[in-house]
């Protein structure tokens, strides 16, 4: 259950200079925190706002998302808890914001892709980084659930951290089923990490993305 009634956030942008900026939410991985994210803002498009959040669950000296059954395997009361106190923050900022897309890391990528399974129209646009899908946790997986999505996949094959089963899984229904508007980039020799080759390539994705007001469709 999280275990505080407002997420931690560490902002890019003071309070007074958010309004009508496009909204980044940044999910880092298993057992870090906020701070993963520090230098992200410099590397996207110029006025974006990032915030990033800080896991309910604390875990190895940093936080977790939800508890597992394995790498990549949420259980699916704990991802669906943090996912509705996630939706319950974003419902306080993201009428601020321009578009909200929302940008995930290993096990924030699970986390992000939770949310765009759960409410697809919310985001703008998912940024899904070295991970997996949040598999067999209560999503729908039906085709077309991301239709129209701007969704960016980034890693390196021969990341030894995520089960190879679950990538090849996320790969096929990204492809084949989704419907979202999929970008997807290899990074050799990259392994369970970021690239500044990546960064740039995110970059270019998200200033392409139309706008779109929150939890709506694409503005006109």
Avoid: C, K
């Avoid at 896991?55 to 509705?84: K, M, Q, V």
């Avoid at 229904?173 to 970008?183: C, D, I, N, Y």
Wanted: glycine fraction near 14%; proline fraction near 8%.
């Amino acid at each position: 259950m999280p275990n505080q009634p407002v997420p931690v956030i560490r902002w890019s942008a003071d309070e007074g200079e958010r309004t009508g900026t496009p909204l980044v939410v940044a999910l880092h991985g298993r057992g870090a925190d906020e701070r993963s994210f520090t230098g992200l803002a410099p590397h996207l498009p110029s006025g974006t706002t990032v915030a990033s959040v800080r896991a309910p669950i604390p875990e190895g000296g940093g936080y977790a998302w939800f508890a597992n059954r394995g790498i990549g395997r949420p259980l699916p009361d704990s991802l669906a808890e943090t996912s509705d106190w996630l939706f319950g923050w974003l419902d306080t900022v993201e009428a601020r914001h321009s578009s909200v897309a929302v940008f995930g890391f290993s096990g924030g990528m699970a986390m992000a892709g939770g949310l765009v399974l759960a409410e697809p129209r919310r985001f703008s646009a998912a940024v899904l980084l070295s991970g997996t899908l949040p598999w067999d946790a209560g999503l729908s997986e039906e085709a077309g659930r991301l239709a129209g999505l701007p969704l960016f996949w980034g890693r390196d094959t021969a990341d030894a951290v995520i089960p190879a089963d679950l990538v090849a899984r996320t790969g096929t229904w990204l492809r084949e089923r989704s419907g979202a508007e999929l970008r997807e980039r290899i990074y050799p020799g990259m392994g369970h990490g970021a690239s500044v080759q990546e960064l740039r390539d995110i970059h270019d994705f998200l200033a392409a993305v139309p706008p779109r007001a929150p939890g709506g469709a694409a503005a006109s």
